[in-house]
């Protein structure tokens, strides 16, 4: 009796974890109230692509299309919920260029940002947190598309390494604080730390109080396209 006893305390143990799990499981979907107000910002950043228009469940939210290298001021749009359906289609078509599932929160601020081609394409959804940087400094952070630098770098600023092992196509950095006045990074292979050799990136000046995303792109020749979002 006591073996069986032990047998069944262990089996209500499994059956409370299994009960937990999913009510875990539910609340997570309870997180995302559907229908609520999202703010999107959409960046075309596919090289050769054509221009597009975005569609979150079949309702398109750009009001003109968006181009190789543009991208938009923020959407207000009524699309917050868990698994909404994004798509980039080709302007004046059905055509479906890249598509992806993501959960919106309501009032949340976010950038969708369309990279690759072809079997390659990609959407990356980025939760912007615009929240004002310290004094006399910029917020920003990095997506990294350029196929004329390795797939895999480092960012510097100055002599300091600001990003390690940063992909191409993979992913968008948090955001982080840097002097305003930056005129520029470095980049450079992954794990290289020879600075004298490094790749600039050069732009106009960042102003303090601003938040941005630093696009590198260039099939050729690496650049940046500085996204303001604020």
Do not use: W
Request: negative net charge.
């Amino acid at each position: 009796m006591k073996i069986s006893n032990i047998s069944l305390s262990k089996l209500f143990l499994f059956a409370a974890a299994g009960l937990t799990l999913s009510l875990s499981s539910c609340s997570k979907d309870d997180d995302f109230e559907a229908g609520g107000s999202v703010n999107i910002k959409v960046v075309n950043a596919a090289e050769s692509s054509p221009a597009q228009d975005v569609f979150i469940n079949d309702t398109k939210i750009n009001s003109s299309a968006v181009a190789y290298s543009q991208s938009t001021g923020y959407f207000t749009t009524p699309n917050s919920g868990n698994d909404r359906r994004v798509e980039f289609r080709t302007t004046g078509t059905t055509n479906v260029f890249e598509s992806e599932d993501t959960d919106l929160r309501q009032n949340g601020n976010y950038t969708f940002f369309l990279t690759g081609t072809g079997s390659s394409a990609d959407i990356q959804v980025a939760e912007d947190n615009l929240s004002a940087p310290s004094s006399g400094k910029a917020k920003v952070r990095f997506l990294h598309v350029s196929g004329a630098v390795a797939e895999d770098i480092d960012i510097y600023n100055g002599t300091v390494k600001i990003v390690g092992d940063l992909e191409r196509g993979d992913e968008v950095t948090g955001f982080q604080e840097v002097n305003a006045g930056v005129t520029g990074f470095g980049i450079l292979p992954l794990g290289n730390t020879n600075i004298t050799a490094v790749t600039n990136i050069s732009f106009a000046a960042l102003e303090a109080g601003k938040i941005y995303t630093i696009l590198i792109y260039g099939s050729t020749t690496a650049s940046a396209n500085v996204i303001a979002h604020n």
